[in-house]
């Protein structure tokens, strides 16, 4: 008669899982190694074809890579772990072959360095720049590869500084970020009602200030110059919080009292500048400015070269030229990319047009994570 074993107790059940997940942390391990050596051979093929530090950096490649994975995943894992994960696997891949040097505005963990983090993960050299007129300044100069600007709010609209500053640069676009912007508050005490001063950025109070009034009245708000400096100050005083980007809330210590304070929801969207243009990568988007002369209908005909080709304009802004009075640059993204035969037959046309002066700013991939 066969014996039955008896069943496993949940020691040994527990003991069983955590050796299997260890036999794949090492098949991971491996495969990582593994992808490792294909990136350094695919930078030693670049150095033979004489290929120059920018590129390294493909952001059309890393795009398609974060579509094929969205487009086959499925299981447990949430798709945007998934994306947080190779980021840094593609970010520590790169810097085998180059490690990237970016500018972004700062101060220090504000939403354009969490931005930079997003798009280039942390195995790049990240620094700070007190202006936007700063940041272009620092990759025009080749100190470093690449700046990251915001350009627009999902609430407040077009930052146009960072537009005004393309109309005497040589740099182009290279990519875009989109971040959402959600702060939480934290605190060493453990209820709201023990709040009695609470430390922020300006924009972090501005942006929190009617969940502020209604759920800590009274309390005393102390203005700081980053998120850190925010949490460094709570830390030393009784009965204090502080007010942070979600993103950082973990590195910054403290417990969490309430997330999403924010008083309306919203996203900002953030340009890698740089130079060089990415080739196409299936999903594409193209910036271009232009001006033109003052005339009846003008306008209406510039934009018709784009209508007639069933190319999808996806924003126009206009700004004064600070040229001439009354003189206006027009800034306009549209779907493709400038290779895709419609758009570069527009573009053509374009530059046709008496009294038309165009220049095309960056055709990049459209966000992929």
């Known amino acids: 008669m066969a014996t039955v074993d008896p069943p496993l107790s949940e020691e040994q059940t527990l003991l069983g899982l955590r050796q299997a997940i260890d036999t794949i942390d090492d098949r991971i391990h491996d495969l990582l190694m593994e992808r490792a050596e294909r990136v350094m051979e695919v930078g030693r093929v670049k150095g033979k074809g004489g290929a120059s530090d920018l590129s390294f950096y493909r952001p059309e490649r890393e795009a398609s890579i974060h579509r094929r994975l969205e487009a086959r995943h499925q299981g447990a894992l949430p798709i945007a772990a998934l994306h947080r994960i190779y980021r840094e696997i593609i970010s520590a891949s790169l810097s085998l072959e180059k490690r990237l040097s ?100 300006r924009l972090a109070l501005t942006r929190c200030r009617a969940w502020i009034d209604r759920w800590l009245p009274g309390v005393s708000t102390r203005l700081v110059e980053s998120a850190a400096e925010a949490a460094r100050l709570a830390a030393t005083e009784a009965g204090a919080a502080f007010i942070a980007p979600i993103p950082l809330a973990d590195s910054l210590g403290s417990g969490r009292l309430a997330e999403h304070i924010e008083d309306r929801a919203e996203e900002t969207r953030f340009l890698v500048i740089g130079r060089g243009e990415p080739t196409r990568s299936g999903r594409d988007k193209t910036s271009l400015m232009f001006t033109f002369r003052d005339q009846p209908g003008f306008l209406h005909q510039v934009l018709g070269i784009f209508a007639r080709r069933q190319i999808n304009l996806t924003r126009i802004e206009s700004r004064p030229s600070r040229k001439q009075a009354w003189e206006y640059l027009f800034f306009l993204d549209l779907s493709g990319h400038v290779s895709d035969p419609p758009v570069a037959g527009a573009l053509e046309e374009l530059m046709t047009v008496a009294g038309v002066t165009a220049r095309i700013l960056g055709s990049y991939p459209v966000r992929a994570l």
């Open 102 to 201: 970016v500018v972004y505005l700062g101060p220090e963990h504000a939403f354009t360095h969490l931005a930079a983090l997003k798009q280039f993960g942390s195995s790049c050299q990240l620094s700070a720049a007190a202006s936007i007129d700063a940041l272009f300044h620092e990759v025009e100069m080749s100190r470093s590869d690449f700046g990251v600007a915001p350009v627009e709010n999902s609430n407040e609209g077009i930052i146009s500084h960072t537009l005004d500053r393309f109309v005497d640069s040589p740099l182009s676009i290279r990519g875009e970020i989109y971040l959402e912007i959600s702060y939480t508050l934290m605190s060493a005490e453990g209820a709201i009602e023990a709040v009695r001063v609470l430390f922020g950025t």
